[in-house]
């Protein structure tokens, strides 16, 4: 917990593992049904696992679960499942907070490494993910948990970057200090960085192809409200981000990180 900010904590008691899920049922717009519910919570919490809330005033505002795989002992890592934040708290840090804790759970424990994955196509969680806590995206997972219900996914292919954060790393230590490494994208473009995909006059992908060394990938301003209220775009954007992503990844390029304003940086011949 820091000073004036929210008390984050592992929950341990039946009722409050009942809360935390239907604050995630909340959050995934599903009330009354949990993406993952208390009975689950209360197994993983009893065998050791991370499960955690933030209260605010007394009040519940956000929730994080993972838990441990991998083979251990020398590959074991957390699997960090869920993060939800309450509308209204996300202006204040909180998934920064919570995955912090999260972080010094695991160095407590000698885990030194995370995964999770992220929707490509959600620029704020990318940038989230690879700028503010530093974490790199590995591999790009195609319909990766096949057709899902929520608000924010249903109607589209769940296509995932890997996230994995090398936890006691220089770039997790500069974002936890608050210190992320920013991406200049316009700078990139000055040095002939190549765009291979953008939105067009309509918000529709523009797709190029380019054997630049350093690559630039575009992202919808906002996925979710698209999908709402334009499927046939979203869907676009799924397949163009889906082929402008892993296609270079599998010819030895990597993603070196996410610029605010939803671009994807990627790089070839780099360790």
């Not at 899920?21 to 696992?49: C, K, M, Y």
């Not at 010094?104 to 992220?118: A, F, Y």
């Amino acid at each position: 917990m820091t000073a004036g900010g929210p008390d984050i904590r592992e929950l341990t008691e039946l009722d409050e593992l009942r809360e935390v899920a239907e604050l995630f049922a909340v959050v995934w717009g599903r009330p009354g049904e949990p993406p993952i519910t208390s009975d689950i919570l209360r197994a993983l919490q009893h065998s050791g696992n991370y499960v955690a809330a933030a209260f605010a005033q007394g009040r519940m505002i956000g929730g994080l679960v993972g838990w441990l795989g991998g083979a251990p002992p020398d590959e074991l890592l957390m699997h960090s499942h869920i993060l939800g934040v309450l509308p209204g708290s996300e202006a204040q840090g909180l998934g920064f907070d919570l995955k912090q804790h999260q972080r010094r759970w695991c160095l407590s424990r000698g885990v030194s490494v995370m995964e999770w994955t992220t929707d490509p196509l959600i620029r704020r969680n990318a940038y989230f993910n690879l700028a503010k806590l530093g974490a790199e995206a590995p591999e790009y997972l195609v319909d990766f948990y096949g057709e899902m219900r929520d608000a924010f996914n249903a109607g589209d292919e769940s296509d995932r970057l890997l996230i994995r954060w090398r936890l006691d790393s220089e770039r997790a230590e500069s974002a936890a200090a608050r210190e992320p490494q920013e991406l200049d994208v316009e700078k990139l473009r000055g040095w002939d960085a190549a765009v291979i995909l953008s939105a067009g006059p309509g918000g529709e992908p523009v797709a190029e192809t380019s054997g630049s060394r350093v690559l630039l990938c575009g992202t919808p301003s906002d996925i979710v409200a698209m999908r709402k209220e334009n499927p046939e775009m979203a869907r676009a954007w799924r397949v163009a981000l889906r082929r402008a992503l892993s296609g270079p990844m599998a010819h030895g390029y990597r993603i070196l990180g996410a610029a605010r304003s939803g671009w994807y940086v990627l790089e070839s011949g780099t360790a």
